[in-house]
């Protein structure tokens, strides 16, 4: 007579949510205490962790500009109202390290970085991973909107079921290592309200807090004021050059443009609407052009993080999707490896404004899963 399969809890283990550890790392925000909440309620061993990574006061010289320390409040007071263990680890030097040095001599070299990949894929998972492992836990838990479903191959990773909450964008380094011990509870929820919901059930005070909208060390989206005050000189003037090689003004400094940028460069007057559309730091010049320059038809990619069931050479061509900003729709794409981490890619229609710095992440063309990604390198 066969033996039935164990029962499994809500993460996944054959044994009673008591006897489950989970980390859940809580930034403070309502997502991250929704899903804590809700573990604690169901009867796991709840051990919540928050990272302190940066002083706005320190980051900005500005004055009472800290709000990390209101963050850390809000994670600790849903710890003590749920009933379970907190923590607040100071990883500070090793978000410096990793993250904003990296956003600094990124913008600096003319890209457009995204910190927001780096820190999950430096910081949140692999070393608050490893503190997770440390104390024990089963599994880490974190408030990100995506999705983990086990396949033929083991565990997957799909974008969320609220395509406007999705983050797969940010979450394409995610390796198959640390899927296996990653949980995701809101990826499966309709919308944002949802988790709202939960919250004020939970009778969290956090239920009304409003998202976060800049990166976190950049609280008002001035990049390049933070940049001026890491890098001291860094905004050094020079000339906006057209593509054809007119000097048609000065500039304050390259880091003050993005490629793609259109509005505020100071140069009107002229009969044709001009893009930055490329930005050369070894001669300070902020290169403009009509729109068409902006269409880009073959990306090259490196730092790729594979995710597919089959090793990524094992074929010369993959037909997917590819989204090159978090904000626009996945297009369809070509991607030829030419090798373990590096490749061509060529989209099937033109995408406007791809810059460095950013990620180009790959998706099946048909259905939810993420295949993986990497970073677009040069112009």
Not at 163 to 176: G, H, V, W
Not at 181 to 191: C, I, T
Request: aromatic content about 8%; hydrophobic content about 35%; overall charge negative.
């Amino acid at each position: 007579m066969a033996l039935d399969a164990p029962t499994l809890n809500s993460l996944g283990f054959a044994k009673p949510p008591s006897e489950t550890r989970v980390v859940v790392a809580m930034s403070g925000g309502v997502d991250s205490s929704v899903v804590a909440a809700q573990l604690a309620e169901e009867g796991y061993d709840v051990v919540g962790v928050t990272l302190q990574l940066y002083d706005h006061g320190a980051a900005l010289a500005k004055k009472g500009a800290c709000c990390a320390g209101l963050d850390i409040h809000d994670a600790r007071r849903v710890a003590e109202d749920m009933g379970f263990p907190h923590y607040v680890l100071d990883y500070e030097n090793i978000f410096k390290d990793a993250v904003i040095d990296e956003f600094a001599d990124s913008y600096l070299a003319g890209a457009t970085p995204v910190p927001c990949i780096r820190c999950n894929e430096r910081v949140k998972f692999k070393d608050l991973l490893e503190t997770a492992k440390d104390l024990e836990a089963d599994c880490m838990a974190t408030g990100h909107y995506i999705q983990r479903k086990m396949g033929e191959h083991g565990p997957e990773l799909h974008s969320a079921e609220d395509a406007n909450r999705d983050q797969s964008y940010f979450l394409f380094s995610t390796t198959p290592e640390q899927l296996d011990y990653l949980r995701f509870p809101l990826g499966h929820l309709p919308s944002k309200d949802a988790t709202r919901e939960l919250a004020a059930r939970y009778g969290l005070q956090v239920a009304d807090k409003p998202d976060s909208q800049d990166i976190c060390f950049v609280p008002n989206g001035n990049y390049a004021q933070v940049i001026e005050k890491l890098r001291p000189g860094a905004a050094e003037p020079g000339e906006i050059v057209h593509a054809d090689g007119r000097v048609l003004g000065e500039h304050n400094g390259v880091i003050h443009y993005t490629i793609g940028q259109r509005r505020g460069l100071g140069i009107g007057g002229l009969e044709e609407p001009l893009y930055v559309v490329k930005l050369d730091v070894d001669t300070k010049q902020v290169i403009v052009g009509p729109k068409e320059m902006l269409s880009t038809l073959t990306i090259p990619v490196r730092e790729i993080n594979w995710l597919g069931d089959t090793p990524f050479t094992s074929q010369p061509e993959w037909h997917v999707s590819v989204k090159v900003r978090s904000t626009r729709p996945p297009r369809e794409a070509i991607i030829r490896p030419l090798s373990d981490t590096t490749a061509e890619v060529e989209l099937l229609t033109p995408e406007e404004g791809v810059s460095p710095g950013q990620a180009c992440v790959f998706y099946q063309t048909e259905g939810s899963r993420i295949l993986g990604g990497g970073w677009i390198w040069r112009g």
